[in-house]
């Protein structure tokens, strides 16, 4: 299977920039790529108090329509973050956009720094079917708690998408986490960053990597702009749990109801 990492230097709070650099990483994909992944809330950017009001869309807005018409035209799937509006509350939130629509969404459910007095938290973690495969998202910070990651292992997954908009000194961070939460689940991930320059002199430390169920390394970025391609041979899932799997031994599960929809979408909600 092949997915293209588009590791882009988005503008905060510009959303036609941003728009139009998503539309055209998206037709620039190879015909035979099944999906592409962009940086955390890459549509708007990092929104502040004052403006995440005016930037911020609801989920069936303009930004997100555009999307979905650019990927049903590829026939392609897309993991895009975006500033979600949700009735006047605030979101921090990744779409899995297939060529039929939404598959999936979810709200960032740890909340960093920057993210405290302009999002919401997120109640629960999601995964969906996607092309043979149980789908998860996880946002940025998210990725710090293991607890995260194993909320989706619970529900089965073999796929981790993780929208990032880490910044510098943090890369060598989550270059350890996304390593360490793959293993942990034997499952593949998929982290993408932002680069470049954001507002209040952040510096983003790119470094979008794919890591396997075995925890390796396959590919990792430096910190420049670019779109490339990775492949990920499935037969890895199956190696990485053929003699033992954590979820199975694990001693301690993470509480929470499971809601099983019937389209596939699967669900562990965080206790209140």
């Not at 990483?25 to 955390?40: G, H």
């Not at 990725?143 to 990032?164: C, H, K, M």
């Not at 989550?174 to 470049?196: K, P, S």
Request: proline share 4%.
């Amino acid at each position: 299977m092949k997915v293209e990492l588009a590791q882009l230097a988005g503008q905060d709070n510009v959303t036609a920039h941003n728009l139009k650099q998503a539309l055209a990483a998206i037709e620039a994909c190879a015909p035979d790529t099944s999906l592409i992944v962009f940086p955390e809330t890459h549509l708007m950017g990092f929104p502040s108090a004052e403006t995440v009001a005016r930037v911020s869309e609801p989920v069936d807005g303009p930004s997100v329509g555009a999307i979905q018409a650019a990927a049903k035209a590829r026939n392609l799937s897309v993991a895009i973050g975006l500033a979600e509006n949700d009735r006047g509350r605030f979101y921090n939130t990744t779409l899995l956009i297939t060529p039929e629509g939404v598959a999936l969404k979810y709200r960032k459910t740890h909340l960093w720094a920057s993210d405290r007095g302009v999002f919401s938290s997120g109640d629960r973690y999601v995964t969906c079917l996607w092309q043979g495969l149980r789908v998860g998202l996880l946002v940025c910070y998210d990725i710090e708690f293991p607890e995260s990651a194993r909320a989706l292992g619970q529900l089965g997954v073999d796929l981790i998408l993780v929208t990032n908009g880490n910044m510098d000194p943090y890369g060598p961070t989550h270059r350890t986490a996304i390593m360490a939460r793959a293993q942990e689940n034997q499952a593949f991930a998929l982290m993408v960053n932002r680069v470049g320059e954001g507002d209040g002199g952040l510096v983003f430390a790119g470094g979008s990597a794919l890591v396997d169920p075995l925890g390796r390394l396959l590919h990792e970025a430096g910190r420049e702009s670019s779109q490339f391609t990775v492949e990920l041979d499935l037969a890895q899932l199956a190696l990485a749990r053929r003699d033992y799997r954590y979820l199975e031994d694990q001693r301690l599960r993470l509480p929470g109801a499971v809601i099983e929809h019937t389209d596939g979408r699967r669900e562990l909600m965080i206790p209140a």
